[in-house]
Antibody, heavy 120, light 108 residues
Framework: QITLKESGPTLVKPTQTLTLTCTIS??????????VGWIRQPPGKALEWLAL???????RYSPSLKSRLTITKDMSKNQVVLTMANVDPVDTATYFC????????????WGKGTTVTVSS | SYVLIQPPSVSVAPGKTARITCGGY??????VHWYQQKPGQAPVLVIY???DRPSGIPERFSASKSGSTATLTISRVEAGGEADYYC???????????FGTGTTVTVL
């Protein structure tokens, strides 16, 4: 059974760097074809795709946020880490990580999400 | 950037059928996926590749596509079945995954 769990700070100050961790189980990023994506949802708003990483370290980013995002993986810990630089109150959102397979263009299993507030 | 437009809300009586549209440029050339999000929960994939249902998703959920519009159909809507629905595609021109604006289904 594939599961994902997000973790990170609940409150971040503007201009700081946000670091979020996704801990995976039921699959491995050592396995060909496996990937993890990050999606966020501001309060009362729609979903927004942020970033994606595959088993082979192929990385994809939202064009509008690319300059601020970095996605990495730590296979020894079964974790995927997303960092977002220079956060602003508009980055206040629930952040989800999700399982994705290479060659398909949707995510099939989501974590429960973690809520981040950006405020001074 | 690529945009997917959905109606903000759809209302339906219990036992009836809800239809949610998703429109986008040249949508016919893209695979459309649909997610259900109940209040306070993470989204769940209900339709992938235009019309396929993941295992465990009831047959009441179906989808189709014609021209630049995709439609999610929920038959025999259940009382208390309020949720938000999002369509999603991969835009090859930007190599980016795009979600629709979202539709709230209200059960009367």
């Amino acid at each position: 059974q594939i599961t994902l769990k997000e973790s990170g700070p609940t409150l971040v100050k503007p201009t700081q760097t946000l670091t979020l961790t996704c801990t995976i189980s039921g699959f491995s990023l050592r396995t060909s074809g496996e990937g993890v994506g990050w999606i966020r949802q501001p309060p009362g708003k729609a979903l927004e795709w942020l970033a994606l990483i595959y088993w082979d370290d192929d990385k994809r980013y939202s064009p509008s946020l690319k300059s601020r995002l970095t996605i990495t993986k730590d296979m020894s810990k079964n974790q995927v880490v997303l960092t977002m630089a220079n956060v602003d109150p508009v980055d206040t959102a629930t952040y989800f990580c999700a399982h994705k397979r290479f060659g398909v263009y949707y995510v099939d299993v989501w974590g429960k999400g973690t809520t981040v507030t950006v405020s001074s | 950037s690529y945009v997917l437009i959905q109606p903000p809300s759809v209302s339906v009586a219990p036992g009836k059928t809800a239809r949610i549209t998703c429109g986008g440029y040249n949508l016919g050339s893209k695979s459309v996926h649909w997610y259900q999000q109940k209040p306070g929960q993470a989204p769940v994939l209900v339709i992938y590749d235009d019309s396929d249902r993941p295992s465990g998703i009831p047959e009441r959920f179906s989808a189709s596509k014609s021209g630049s519009t995709a439609t999610l159909t929920i038959s025999r809507v259940e009382a208390g079945g309020e949720a938000d629905y999002y369509c999603q595609v991969w835009d090859s021109s930007s190599d980016h995954y795009v979600f629709g604006t979202g539709t709230t289904v209200t059960v009367l």
